[in-house]
C-alpha cells in the first residue's frame, strides 16, 4: 500500500515539475501548493525530486556549453584579429573625413557665392522690368513737358489721356507717378486758362476782318447750295428714291466720335464763342443813323414755329393711319424666321438682341410680332420728315435736337399711345393677341434708347446737355401694357362667366352623381390652356391674371349657391358641389402659373371650403362653440352664409319628409336644425347691432 502511494506520489512530483517548466511563473502559485496540500512531508520528497531535476538540467547545460565552447573561442579569436583591421579602417575614414571637409570648404565658399551673384542677377532684371514700365511714362511726361512748351496743347491734352488711362495705371505705386497725376489737373486747368486767351486774341482779331470773312463764307454757301442742287438732281436722274436728308452737309447717320469725349470744357468754350460771336455781330449789323431799314422780324419766326407746329400735327395724323394699318394687318404672333438671312433682315430693322434666341437652331422664334420692327421704321421715318422741315428754320443744333425729341414725345405719348389704347379695347382681341401686345410694349420699351441715340446721331447734340429733353415712351409703353394686363383680367373674368351660365345643378338631387360637373371640367382646362399661353407674360402679370381667376371663380360659385332665387338645396346637391370645389382646389395646387408660394392660390378658394366642410360634417357644435376665436376651424364661414344656407336646406328637409312627425330620427334632426337655425340668427342680429 505504501509502495502504491509512494509511486503515485513520484508520478504526482513529475506532473508538478512538468507544470513548473511549462507554465507562467505568475501562475507557479496553485501548482507549489498542491505540493503542501499533499500528504505529510511529501514537500521533502518533492524538493529532492526538485534537486535530482535541477542537477540533471545542469548536467545538459555544461554539456551544450562545452560542445559550443570551442566555437566560442575562435570567435573571439577572429574578433581580435579583426579589431586591428577595424582601427586601420578608423584612421583611413578619419583622413578622407579630414580631406573631405577641407576640400567641402571651398565648395562650400564657391556655392555662396553663386547664389549672391544669381540674387544680383534676379534684382537686375527686375529692376530693368521695372525701368522698361516706368520709362514710357517718362517719356509720355517729357513728350507733354515739349508739347506744353510748344503750344501744342491739343496734342498735349490727348498725351495727359493717355497718361491717366493707359500708362500711369500700369505703374501707379510709385511715387513720382503719383506725383505726376497730382500735376495733370493743374497742367489741363493751364491749358483752359491759355486756351481762353487765345480764343480771346482770335476773336479781337477776327472782329478786325470780319468782313472780309463774311464775304467768303457767302461765296461758299452759295457755292455749296448749288452743288447740293446739282447731286439732288443727279439723283433723282439715276432712281435712286431713299430720302437723304443732309444738315450743312452732314447726313444725319455721320457721327462725330469726339463729341462723346468732349465735356464741360468744350460746352464752356462754345458757349462763350458763340456769346461773343453775337455781340460782335450785334456791333456789325448796327445800323447807322441815317439808314431806311432795322424792321423787326420776330413776327415771321413766330409764323414759322406755328408753322411749324401744324405741319407736325399734320405728320401725327398721317402716322396715327400708319399705326392703324400695321395694328390691324398684324397677326399677333411670334415672327418665324427659317434661315439667317430672314434674321438679319428683322435685327436691320429693329435692335433686337437675345443671346438664348441666337444659340438656337434655324427655324425658330423671335418673341415679338410683325408690328414692332414696322412701328419701329416709322417712328424714324417721322423722325426724318419733321428734321426736313426743321433744318429749313436756320436754328442751331441744340434747338434743332430740341425740336426732334418733342415732336417724337408727342408721336408717342399721343398718337402711338391713342393706337394702342384703341386696339387693347377692340372686342376682336382676344387673350392670345393681348398676351402678345405686352410682350411687344415690353420690346418697344427696350427700343427707346436706341431712339435716342438716332436723333443724337442726326444732330451730333450730346444726351448730357443739359436742356436736352427725353423722351417718353417709357411711360407710354408701360400705360399701354398696364391697359391691356386690366383687360386680360376683365376678359378672363368674362370668360369664367360664359362657363359658369352652362351649369345645370339639379339642386334637389338626393344624393350626388360621383364626378365633378362637365361645365367645371371644361372650365378648368380652358384655364390650365389659358395660362400655359401666359409663360411668356412677366411672373407679376401672369400670378395676378391667375389669382384673380381663382378669386372670381370662387366668389361666382359663391354667389350660385347663395342666389336669393334658389330655395331649396338637397344635401346630395351639396355634394355634388363639393366634387366640383375639389377641383377647383386641386386645380390651384397644381401651380398652373409658377411663383406662387405654399397654398397662396388655394386660398381662393378657403370661404367655400370651410363652408361646405361645416354642412357635409355637420359640425354645427363646433362652429357654435368656437365662433368668433382666432383658432376656429370655421373661421371664413360668416353666420348669415350658414344660415342661408341652412335655411334652404331646412325647406328641404320639410318638404321631403311629409311623415317625419312619426318618425324620431328626423324628429330629432328637423329640432337641430331648427335649434341652429336660431342661433345663427342671434349671431347674425348680435352683428347687425354691434355695427
Same mark, same amino acid.
Given at each position: 500500500?505504501?509502495?502504491?502511494?509512494?509511486?503515485?506520489?513520484?508520478?504526482?512530483?513529475?506532473?508538478?515539475?512538468?507544470?513548473?517548466?511549462?507554465?507562467?511563473?505568475?501562475?507557479?502559485?496553485?501548482?507549489?501548493?498542491?505540493?503542501?496540500?499533499?500528504?505529510?512531508?511529501?514537500?521533502?520528497?518533492?524538493?529532492?525530486?526538485?534537486?535530482?531535476?535541477?542537477?540533471?538540467?545542469?548536467?545538459?547545460?555544461?554539456?551544450?556549453?562545452?560542445?559550443?565552447?570551442?566555437?566560442?573561442?575562435?570567435?573571439?579569436?577572429?574578433?581580435?584579429?579583426?579589431?586591428?583591421?577595424?582601427?586601420?579602417?578608423?584612421?583611413?575614414?578619419?583622413?578622407?573625413?579630414?580631406?573631405?571637409?577641407?576640400?567641402?570648404?571651398?565648395?562650400?565658399?564657391?556655392?555662396?557665392?553663386?547664389?549672391?551673384?544669381?540674387?544680383?542677377?534676379?534684382?537686375?532684371?527686375?529692376?530693368?522690368?521695372?525701368?522698361?514700365?516706368?520709362?514710357?511714362?517718362?517719356?509720355?511726361?517729357?513728350?507733354?513737358?515739349?508739347?506744353?512748351?510748344?503750344?501744342?496743347?491739343?496734342?498735349?491734352?490727348?498725351?495727359?489721356?493717355?497718361?491717366?488711362?493707359?500708362?500711369?495705371?500700369? @505703374?501707379?505705386?510709385?511715387?513720382?507717378?503719383?506725383?505726376?497725376?497730382?500735376?495733370?489737373?493743374?497742367?489741363?486747368?493751364?491749358?483752359?486758362?491759355?486756351?481762353?486767351?487765345?480764343?480771346?486774341?482770335?476773336?479781337?482779331?477776327?472782329?478786325?476782318?470780319?468782313?472780309?470773312?463774311?464775304?467768303?463764307?457767302?461765296?461758299?454757301?452759295?457755292?455749296?447750295?448749288?452743288?447740293?442742287?446739282?447731286?439732288?438732281?443727279?439723283?433723282?436722274?439715276?432712281?435712286?428714291?431713299?430720302?437723304?436728308?443732309?444738315?450743312?452737309?452732314?447726313?444725319?447717320?455721320?457721327?462725330?466720335?469726339?463729341?462723346?469725349?468732349?465735356?464741360?470744357?468744350?460746352?464752356?468754350?462754345?458757349?462763350?464763342?458763340?456769346?461773343?460771336?453775337?455781340?460782335?455781330?450785334?456791333?456789325?449789323?448796327?445800323?447807322?443813323?441815317?439808314?431806311?431799314?432795322?424792321?423787326?422780324?420776330?413776327?415771321?419766326?413766330?409764323?414759322?414755329?406755328?408753322?411749324?407746329?401744324?405741319?407736325?400735327?399734320?405728320?401725327?395724323?398721317?402716322?396715327?393711319?400708319?399705326?392703324?394699318?400695321?395694328?390691324?394687318?398684324?397677326?399677333?404672333?411670334?415672327?418665324?424666321?427659317?434661315?439667317?438671312?430672314?434674321?438679319?433682315?428683322?435685327?436691320?430693322?429693329?435692335?433686337?438682341?437675345?443671346?438664348?434666341?441666337?444659340?438656337?437652331?434655324?427655324?425658330?422664334?423671335?418673341?415679338?410680332?410683325?408690328?414692332?420692327?414696322?412701328?419701329?421704321?416709322?417712328?424714324?421715318?417721322?423722325?426724318?420728315?419733321?428734321?426736313?422741315?426743321?433744318?429749313?428754320?436756320?436754328?442751331?443744333?441744340?434747338?434743332?435736337?430740341?425740336?426732334?425729341?418733342?415732336?417724337?414725345?408727342?408721336?408717342?405719348?399721343?398718337?402711338?399711345?391713342?393706337?394702342?389704347?384703341?386696339?387693347?379695347?377692340?372686342?376682336?382681341?382676344?387673350?392670345?393677341?393681348?398676351?402678345?401686345?405686352?410682350?411687344?410694349?415690353?420690346?418697344?420699351?427696350?427700343?427707346?434708347?436706341?431712339?435716342?441715340?438716332?436723333?443724337?446721331?442726326?444732330?451730333?447734340?450730346?444726351?448730357?446737355?443739359?436742356?436736352?429733353?427725353?423722351?417718353?415712351?417709357?411711360?407710354?409703353?408701360?400705360?399701354?401694357?398696364?391697359?391691356?394686363?386690366?383687360?386680360?383680367?376683365?376678359?378672363?373674368?368674362?370668360?369664367?362667366?360664359?362657363?359658369?351660365?352652362?351649369?345645370?345643378?339639379?339642386?334637389?338631387?338626393?344624393?350626388?352623381?360621383?364626378?365633378?360637373?362637365?361645365?367645371?371640367?371644361?372650365?378648368?382646362?380652358?384655364?390650365?390652356?389659358?395660362?400655359?399661353?401666359?409663360?411668356?407674360?412677366?411672373?407679376?402679370?401672369?400670378?395676378?391674371?391667375?389669382?384673380?381667376?381663382?378669386?372670381?371663380?370662387?366668389?361666382?360659385?359663391?354667389?350660385?349657391?347663395?342666389?336669393?332665387?334658389?330655395?331649396?338645396?338637397?344635401?346630395?346637391?351639396?355634394?355634388?358641389?363639393?366634387?366640383?370645389?375639389?377641383?377647383?382646389?386641386?386645380?390651384?395646387?397644381?401651380?398652373?402659373?409658377?411663383?406662387?408660394?405654399?397654398?397662396?392660390?388655394?386660398?381662393?378658394?378657403?370661404?367655400?371650403?370651410?363652408?361646405?366642410?361645416?354642412?357635409?360634417?355637420?359640425?354645427?357644435?363646433?362652429?357654435?362653440?368656437?365662433?368668433?376665436?382666432?383658432?376656429?376651424?370655421?373661421?371664413?364661414?360668416?353666420?348669415?352664409?350658414?344660415?342661408?344656407?341652412?335655411?334652404?336646406?331646412?325647406?328641404?328637409?320639410?318638404?321631403?319628409?311629409?311623415?317625419?312627425?312619426?318618425?324620431?330620427?328626423?324628429?330629432?334632426?328637423?329640432?337641430?336644425?331648427?335649434?341652429? @337655425?336660431?342661433?345663427?340668427?342671434?349671431?347674425?342680429?348680435?352683428?347687425?347691432?354691434?355695427?
Amino acid at each position: 500500500m505504501a509502495d502504491n502511494e509512494s509511486v503515485e506520489c513520484i508520478t504526482e512530483h513529475e506532473r508538478i515539475l512538468q507544470e513548473i517548466e511549462s507554465t507562467d511563473t505568475a501562475c507557479v502559485g496553485p501548482t507549489l501548493r498542491s505540493v503542501y496540500d499533499d500528504q505529510p512531508n511529501a514537500h521533502k520528497r518533492f524538493m529532492e525530486k526538485l534537486e535530482v531535476r535541477i542537477r540533471n538540467h545542469d548536467r545538459e547545460i555544461e554539456k551544450m556549453c562545452n560542445f559550443h565552447h570551442q566555437g566560442f573561442v575562435d570567435a573571439i579569436t577572429e574578433l581580435l584579429k579583426v579589431r586591428a583591421d577595424a582601427e586601420k579602417l578608423m584612421g583611413q575614414v578619419t583622413d578622407t573625413n579630414r580631406r573631405l571637409q577641407d576640400a567641402g570648404r571651398e565648395v562650400t565658399a564657391q556655392t555662396e557665392e553663386v547664389i549672391r551673384c544669381r540674387i544680383q542677377q534676379r534684382n537686375m532684371t527686375t529692376t530693368v522690368e521695372r525701368l522698361q514700365l516706368c520709362i514710357p511714362v517718362l517719356e509720355m511726361y517729357s513728350k507733354l513737358k515739349e508739347q506744353l512748351e510748344s503750344k501744342r496743347y491739343y496734342a498735349a491734352l490727348k498725351t495727359m489721356e493717355q497718361l491717366e488711362k493707359v500708362y500711369i495705371p500700369r @505703374v501707379s505705386r510709385y511715387r513720382f507717378c503719383q506725383i505726376m497725376a497730382e500735376n495733370l489737373p493743374k497742367l489741363r486747368e493751364d491749358i483752359k486758362d491759355i486756351s481762353m486767351s487765345d480764343l480771346k486774341d482770335f476773336l479781337e482779331s477776327i472782329r478786325k476782318h470780319s468782313d472780309k470773312i463774311g464775304e467768303t463764307a457767302m461765296k461758299q454757301a452759295q457755292q455749296h447750295r448749288t452743288f447740293n442742287s446739282v447731286v439732288q438732281k443727279h439723283d433723282s436722274g439715276m432712281g435712286y428714291t431713299k430720302p437723304v436728308y443732309s444738315l450743312n452737309g452732314r447726313t444725319p447717320t455721320q457721327h462725330n466720335g469726339l463729341a462723346a469725349e468732349e465735356g464741360g470744357d468744350r460746352e464752356t468754350f462754345e458757349n462763350y464763342y458763340r456769346k461773343q460771336r453775337k455781340k460782335q455781330a450785334r456791333l456789325v449789323l448796327q445800323p447807322q443813323s441815317n439808314m431806311g431799314y432795322g424792321y423787326p422780324v420776330n413776327r415771321l419766326f413766330d409764323l414759322l414755329f406755328e408753322i411749324r407746329d401744324q405741319y407736325n400735327e399734320t405728320l401725327l395724323k398721317k402716322w396715327a393711319l400708319v399705326f392703324r394699318e400695321i395694328f390691324e394687318l398684324d397677326n399677333y404672333s411670334p415672327i418665324p424666321v427659317e434661315t439667317e438671312e430672314e434674321y438679319k433682315s428683322v435685327i436691320s430693322r429693329f435692335p433686337f438682341h437675345d443671346a438664348e434666341i441666337e444659340k438656337q437652331d434655324f427655324p425658330k422664334k423671335l418673341p415679338m410680332s410683325q408690328s414692332v420692327p414696322q412701328i419701329y421704321v416709322q417712328v424714324k421715318e417721322f423722325i426724318y420728315a419733321s428734321l426736313k422741315f426743321s433744318e429749313s428754320l436756320h436754328r442751331s443744333w441744340t434747338e434743332i435736337d430740341d425740336m426732334l425729341r418733342k415732336s417724337t414725345n408727342l408721336l408717342l405719348t399721343r398718337t402711338l399711345s391713342g393706337c394702342l389704347q384703341n386696339l387693347i379695347k377692340k372686342p376682336h382681341i382676344g387673350l392670345t393677341e393681348l398676351v402678345q401686345i405686352i410682350i411687344n410694349t415690353t420690346h418697344l420699351e427696350q427700343a427707346c434708347k436706341y431712339l435716342e441715340d438716332f436723333i443724337t446721331n442726326i444732330t451730333n447734340v450730346s444726351p448730357e446737355t443739359v436742356h436736352t429733353t427725353r423722351l417718353y415712351g417709357l411711360s407710354t409703353f408701360k400705360d399701354a401694357r398696364h391697359a391691356a394686363e386690366g383687360e386680360i383680367y376683365t376678359k378672363l373674368n368674362q370668360k369664367i362667366d360664359e362657363f359658369i351660365q352652362l351649369a345645370d345643378y339639379d339642386w334637389g338631387m338626393p344624393e350626388s352623381d360621383g364626378q365633378a360637373s362637365g361645365y367645371l371640367m371644361d372650365l378648368i382646362n380652358f384655364l390650365r390652356s389659358t395660362f400655359q399661353v401666359f409663360t411668356h407674360l412677366p411672373g407679376k402679370v401672369a400670378q395676378t391674371a391667375c389669382m384673380s381667376a381663382c378669386k372670381h371663380l370662387s366668389t361666382s360659385l359663391m354667389q350660385m349657391l347663395l342666389d336669393s332665387e334658389l330655395k331649396q338645396i338637397s344635401m346630395g346637391a351639396v355634394q355634388q358641389f363639393n366634387l366640383d370645389v375639389i377641383q377647383c382646389e386641386l386645380f390651384a395646387s397644381s401651380e398652373p402659373v409658377p411663383g406662387f408660394q405654399g397654398d397662396t392660390l388655394q386660398l381662393a378658394f378657403i370661404d367655400l371650403r370651410q363652408l361646405l366642410d361645416l354642412f357635409m360634417v355637420w359640425d354645427w357644435s363646433t362652429y357654435l362653440a368656437d365662433y368668433g376665436q382666432p383658432t376656429s376651424k370655421y373661421l371664413r364661414v360668416n353666420p348669415s352664409t350658414a344660415l342661408a344656407l341652412l335655411e334652404k336646406m331646412k325647406d328641404t328637409s320639410k318638404k321631403n319628409n311629409i311623415f317625419s312627425q312619426f318618425r324620431k330620427n328626423d324628429r330629432d334632426k328637423q329640432k337641430l336644425i331648427e335649434t341652429v @337655425v336660431k342661433q345663427l340668427r342671434s349671431l347674425v342680429n348680435g352683428m347687425s347691432q354691434h355695427s
